[in-house]
């Protein structure tokens, strides 16, 4: 699953490490995982 989002931190647009999709209080899905290069985590809504 290599879905892109963006890094706050390093200020890129990266692939998702370790992606897990989630559904958001509102019942909307979404996808979460962590940056590869500097292990922040990354969200983005939509499936």
Do not use: D, L
């Amino acid at each position: 699953m290599a879905t892109e989002a963006y890094c706050v931190k390093c200020k890129a647009k990266r692939e998702m490490s370790n992606a897990t999709k989630i559904t958001m209080k509102n019942g909307k899905p979404a996808t979460q995982g962590t940056c590869p290069v500097c292990g922040t985590k990354m969200f983005r809504i939509g499936g």
